[in-house]
């Protein structure tokens, strides 16, 4: 008993120690929203981030010429129009009367010093290849250029004139991206590159204030914002939690609102007991595994189809994953905007035996047997789901007498052995930067360098995409995208899997939570049922 | 005892720069490099950003670079973390695990001695017995267990304490990560104070203590215990740096931000220099702290001489 009062008076002792920060409780009166965001950002900083949990973060603060309305469309947002040339090349924007949280005006030229800084290459920033298009970007970014030879400019205070080297219809998608958000140039200037520790400013829905590394971030909305009435939530707490099943006994509980990620195999159970929770909803991304072009016995297109015939996609995705997952047999995922997708293959609709005989039947034709088999390894990374599919596809192989082994890497390993080409067969995904077929194809063009996996060279596919790139009919520039994607497929210097799926587990007294395949939802939208 | 403590602190430096060195030399024979990732940067902009950190020098270099920047207090900037510098991803977190460490150091060491005496007191009974099949089960059940089972107990069932988070260190939300980070210390701790006190107990200072007509509780308190708890204190040294430089599972489970989850994710995602500044602290505090320890067992045990 004694030694109980003891344990007890010293953990008081060590609370009263403990270190005092603002409270992560919710203030009486106000509306909170306590998100589990899976990890820290690297930085908050607009012009370095880079992924989706930085965006979650940044883009509740930042806001770029559009923005995202409730399902992830394309709105206005400090533009409240805009017009193109006829050729499609020069884009002209205007903008409202916006201001930073800090009173300052938004303006045209905090734009241009924000695209300006994004490529400048003492910034350092990982995303500047994504704005190659814009006249003069590639030049500016390589410190071939200066900044001012980058086409964008300031017209006036309230109007911004974009040039690009080719048609973008896109562009609309990219004005919302992180990359061509502004940039508050009278605090950048003034603090330089640590301006984000201690002089955050923002021009969006809500104002960064508190940022305690692994524990959580903390904005308040921005009564300066335009539509700041319109705005329900007043404090939002992004919490890094990377362990989604103790995210998801937090949601359960009330102690958060939402999660971005649920574990793959527990959704079918969450859809019995919670179903209101569970948001799941197809994510613009594709996994997919690459053969490697200087592998002899993988040159042969008809082994490279066997091998992709003979993966039982419907298996892994209903079985394995459960996640609501579909089996991809394109790069392109449905519902990409500006596109049609392609047809997929007659033989993804066969019974399964019929697929095994047809790749048997192409493998012996190809020289491999039982007397002879085809021998490959297959490196992953070894993190749950690729160990679960890439066993899985070791399992589907071997049933048409491939010798498959497996080595399972760390990922930092698994990627370098990728970019020096150190394998037979890699496993990979890709998450689209934008809503657009070119954010996948791109991958697979010839001057891709190493992210192109399976070093596909096609001049053909490449000259349809340029193509695609110079035409400003978008029912033709997606016919040709599409006729790309087809002629990839048939090639198949790689074979997609499946099509990543965005799980969202949301408490449902959350309202203005929107399904779309950018998986994006503003928290603006949203608001707390009384 | 001035002299020993000056020549410890003497000899701890030179083994701290063999740390930092090995350490420094083996995080960069890893491969691969902080840069690289599912999304991989084009050739250019990652030579750019190898050269802005300076990664485009010879590693000698960069050693040279490194150590003479540690030497002037400045442990560099994170390189996942790109506002942040080392010395805040330590500042921001080391307090978590220090008051999460010491509140499991506390729990464990009150507990455990409790435990170890009276198991000791009672040799060969049921109570020895129990406590002993508890330590035994403290030890091997590991903490990625007994966590989510006291989460699935404490928090979602009984609905008693928060399932995770810091909530700035309140004590509903302390409750459960220190049981589990104190729960195989307890059972360390209890079988260290038994045997020791077993030992202790057959001594001649003991029989004479009770031959002088003391008192059992003065005679297993003053006399035998203090001796007991030399090997602990010996343990509780490492132990104890363990304790306070985090744990990565309860941490994770517990949405915690300490420490020891960043000293993981940053070796994973190769972040040099937020491994080698918490190598830094590791191996000052393995140093310090075995010293401490030192310095006890001389205190609590008179045979042990300092020189």
């Given amino acids: 008993m004694r030694a109980a009062v003891l344990i007890l008076a010293a953990m008081l002792v060590l609370v009263g120690c403990s270190p005092k920060g603002s409270t992560a409780a919710c203030a009486p009166a106000r509306t909170c929203l306590r998100m589990g965001n899976g990890a820290d950002p690297a930085t908050i900083d607009p012009q370095k981030i880079n992924g989706v949990e930085e965006d979650n973060i940044v883009g509740s603060a930042m806001m770029g010429l559009t923005t995202e309305d409730v399902n992830g469309n394309v709105i206005p947002g400090i533009a409240t129009r805009w017009e193109t040339s006829p050729d499609g090349l020069i884009w002209t924007f205007h903008l409202r009367d916006a201001k930073w949280s800090d009173g300052f005006p938004v303006t045209a030229d905090d734009f241009v010093f924000g695209l300006r800084r994004l490529l400048d290459p003492k910034t350092v920033a990982e995303y500047g290849y994504l704005l190659y298009f814009i006249r003069g970007a590639q030049a500016v970014n390589e410190g071939k250029a200066p900044l001012e030879a980058l086409g964008v400019m300031a017209l006036d205070a309230h109007t911004l004139q974009i040039k690009l080297l080719h048609p973008a219809p896109y562009l609309l998608q990219l004005t919302k991206h992180q990359t061509m958000y502004p940039a508050p140039r009278h605090i950048v200037e003034r603090y330089g590159e640590t301006w984000t520790k201690d002089h955050y400013v923002s021009d969006g829905p809500y104002v960064i204030q508190t940022w305690k590394l692994g524990d959580y971030i903390h904005a308040t909305k921005n009564p300066l914002f335009f539509d700041a009435n319109n705005v329900c939530i007043d404090d939002i707490y992004f919490y890094p939690i990377s362990d989604s099943i103790s995210a998801e006994r937090r949601v359960r509980r009330g102690e958060l609102d939402w999660n971005i990620d649920i574990q793959s195999n527990r959704i079918a159970r969450l859809r019995k007991e919670i179903p209101d929770y569970v948001h799941t909803n197809t994510w613009l991304g594709t996994t997919y595994i690459a053969f490697n072009a200087q592998v002899a016995s993988l040159k042969d297109k008809r082994v490279r189809h066997a091998l992709s015939m003979a993966i039982d996609r419907d298996f892994m995705t209903k079985k394995l994953l459960r996640g609501g997952q579909s089996s991809a047999y394109s790069f392109t995922p449905p519902g990409v905007a500006n596109y049609t997708p392609v047809q997929v293959p007659p033989w993804s609709s066969w019974p399964y035996e019929a697929r095994q005989a047809e790749a048997r039947r192409l493998l012996a034709a190809a020289g491999f047997g039982p007397g002879h088999p085809l021998k490959i390894e297959i490196t992953h990374r070894n993190t749950p789901d690729p ?9 589907d192989w071997t049933s048409i007498g491939v010798q498959v082994s497996l080595a399972p890497e760390e990922g930092q390993i698994a990627y370098q052995s990728y970019r020096s080409r150190a394998f037979q067969i890699a496993d990979a995904g890709w998450i689209a930067d934008y809503n657009d077929p070119k954010s996948f194809l791109d991958q697979l063009q010839s001057k891709t360098g190493t992210m192109n996996y399976g070093d596909y060279n096609n001049p053909a596919y490449d000259s349809l995409l340029d193509q695609a790139d110079h035409e400003n009919d978008i029912a033709k520039r997606a016919a040709l995208l599409a006729r790309a994607e087809a002629l990839m497929l048939d090639d198949a210097p790689f074979v997609p899997i499946y099509f990543y799926v965005s799980k969202n587990l949301l408490n449902p007294n959350i309202t203005g939570f929107g399904p779309n395949i950018a998986d994006r939802h503003r928290i603006r939208w949203m608001c707390v049922k009384s | ?12 430096l030179p083994t ?25 940067l084009p050739p250019e902009i990652e030579a750019r950003v190898m050269a802005k950190y300076g990664f485009d020098r010879p590693l000698i270099v960069q050693y040279g670079t490194y150590i003479a920047d540690v030497a002037h207090g400045d ?21 978590v695990s220090l008051v999460l460490g010491l509140s499991a150091l506390i729990v464990a060491g009150v507990t455990g001695i409790a435990l170890g005496i009276a198991a000791a007191l009672r040799q060969n009974r049921p109570a020895d017995y129990l406590v002993m099949a508890v330590a035994v089960a403290g030890v091997c059940v590991p903490t990625f267990v007994t966590a989510p089972l006291l989460v699935l107990l404490f928090a979602s069932t009984l609905q008693w304490l928060p399932n995770a988070g810091w909530n700035n260190g309140t004590l509903p939300n302390l409750i459960l990560p220190v049981a589990v980070l104190a729960l195989p210390q307890i059972a360390i701790i209890s079988r260290l104070v038994r045997a020791g006190m077993i030992e202790s107990q057959r001594s001649n200072f003991v029989r004479t203590a009770r031959a002088k007509g003391l008192p059992d509780w003065r005679v297993v308190l003053r006399h035998a215990l203090p001796p007991a708890l030399i090997p602990l204190v010996s343990y509780l040294g490492p132990a104890c740096a363990g304790l306070l430089t985090g744990s990565l599972i309860v941490e994770r489970v517990f949405a915690l931000p300490g420490l020891g989850k960043f000293f993981v994710i940053s070796a994973l995602q190769r972040d040099y220099t937020v491994v ?23 205190a609590l045990d008179p045979r042990v001489r300092l020189s």
């Fill in chain 1, 387 to 395: 160990s679960l599919i890439m066993s899985a596809i070791q399992s």
């Fill in chain 2, 1 to 12: 005892m001035l002299g020993l403590i000056a020549r410890r602190l003497f000899t701890a």
């Fill in chain 2, 16 to 40: 701290l720069f063999l740390v930092i060195t090995a350490a420094f030399f083996m995080m960069r024979a890893a491969p691969g490099n902080p840069f690289q990732g599912e999304r991989q």
């Fill in chain 2, 75 to 95: 442990l560099g900037p994170s390189l996942k973390y790109k506002d942040k510098s080392v010395g805040d991803v330590l500042k921001e977190n080391f307090g």
């Fill in chain 2, 276 to 298: 080698m500044g918490m190598v830094i602290v590791y191996a000052a505090l393995i140093l310090a702290l075995n010293l401490l320890s030192d310095l006890i067992a001389a």
